[in-house]
């Protein structure tokens, strides 16, 4: 899963956003804010930003939200609601 990195009113925003597990991490000098739409999320780099911190759980409707408030793209946010893809067989 890739993340991004935006800077937003004196704080920096790291994110990823898929359809199965999205995290956000807000830092704000030594403060640390973290959510997460599912728990066992294995990326390397959230375990990293959120060493110590218990992240807060949120829901997709939720984390769109904060999505939006940070100003993260449409696009972006589109990826949270994505369908799941079934392969189909023409009979």
């Known amino acids: 899963m890739k993340s991004s990195s935006i800077m937003k009113w004196g704080k920096v925003i790291t994110y990823s956003v898929s359809r199965d597990e999205s995290w956000m991490v807000v830092s704000e000098g030594r403060w640390k804010w973290i959510y997460v739409t599912s728990p066992g999320i294995k990326s390397k780099e959230l375990r990293e930003l959120s060493k110590g911190i218990k992240p807060d759980f949120v829901n997709r409707k939720g984390m769109n939200t ?19 893809k079934y392969d ?3 009979v």
């Open 66 to 84: 904060l999505l939006m408030h940070f100003g993260i793209s449409k696009d972006e946010i589109k990826k949270l609601f994505e369908k799941e």
């Open 88 to 90: 189909t067989i023409d």
